[in-house]
């Protein structure tokens, strides 16, 4: 039996062009990534991005286009299943209400489940900046496509 984790993740720029990464940490496991994660059964891609940003970011999302889906194994970080990725750019509704931190792990919060946020510009972003695999691709990718950008 082959088990799949399905993810869903979104890319949400801010008017610098900065990106949005969530740091998190759960059960004493830290770990960088963009705003997203797992489709929940019998959720569509779109929907269940939608409620993840709810969900994290207390923010209501418009899906603009696909980035990326993953291309390439990658096994889970905390279980034995398959990760599939899939990447998209997303605009907010309306102004995102979070508290922006500068540091990375620099929680509010106390208790098992703590997450903060923070703007990244792509120019600076590093695949150090994110912890998994997949996360670690779309930064490639986003600099790539910021370099033709550019030039």
């Known amino acids: 039996m082959y088990l799949f984790n399905v ?7 801010n008017e610098e062009g900065n990106v949005l990464i969530s740091d998190e940490e759960e ?6 990534k963009f705003p997203g994660g797992g489709l929940e059964y019998g959720e569509g891609l779109i929907e269940g991005l939608k409620r993840e940003f709810v969900e994290e970011c207390e923010a209501e999302v418009e899906v603009v286009e696909h980035f990326y889906t ?11 299943s398959q ?3 899939i990447y998209y750019l997303v605009v907010p509704k309306n102004p995102l209400r979070l508290r922006f931190k500068e540091a990375a792990f620099d929680f ?11 703007w990244k510009s792509i120019s600076e972003l590093s695949p150090d900046d994110v912890t998994f695999p997949t996360d670690q ?15």
């Open 70 to 80: 993953t291309d390439f194994f990658c096994k889970s970080a905390f279980n034995e």
């Open 108 to 118: 509010d919060t106390y208790g098992d489940i703590k997450q903060s946020f923070r």
């Open 27 to 32: 059960y004493g496991v830290r770990f960088s």
């Open 83 to 85: 990760i599939i990725s």
């Open 137 to 151: 691709r779309v930064v490639e990718l986003l600099k790539e496509k910021w370099h033709k950008i550019e030039n």
């Open 7 to 13: 993810r869903v993740y979104g890319l949400l720029f």
